[in-house]
């Protein structure tokens, strides 16, 4: 299973995100789920770093992503994050026994 992680702050604001797992879906290469889900995280990834111009935490190796950004940077990051858990939360509607999504407070 693909767990999720949101990460906000204690005001509310996003923190981030840590996507972790395999989904199980199907063999690797051709897991659609996965696929979506690493493609969307990504997206997201380099829409902070590249676009947005915020110097976040990131972490990748397989079947992992972490990306944290400072409580400075919340406002500028708040519509990528969005983003991505209203795409993940679509996901997982769809494929519920393959995603995961927590929501925890730093």
Do not use: W
Not at 49 to 75: M, Q, R
């Amino acid at each position: 299973m693909i767990c999720v992680e949101f990460f906000t702050f204690r005001d509310g604001k996003n923190a981030g995100f840590c996507i972790s797992g395999h989904s199980g879906a199907d063999e690797a290469g051709y897991d659609i789920v996965c696929a979506a889900v690493s493609s969307a995280a990504y997206l997201t990834a380099n829409t902070i770093t590249d676009v947005v111009g915020v110097n976040a935490s990131l972490c990748v190796k397989d079947g992992y992503l972490d990306c944290k950004i400072a409580s400075e940077d919340a406002e500028a990051c708040k519509v990528p994050l969005r983003g991505l858990r209203l795409h993940l939360t679509a996901l997982r509607q769809q494929y519920p026994q393959n995603i995961q999504i927590i929501d925890t407070e730093v």
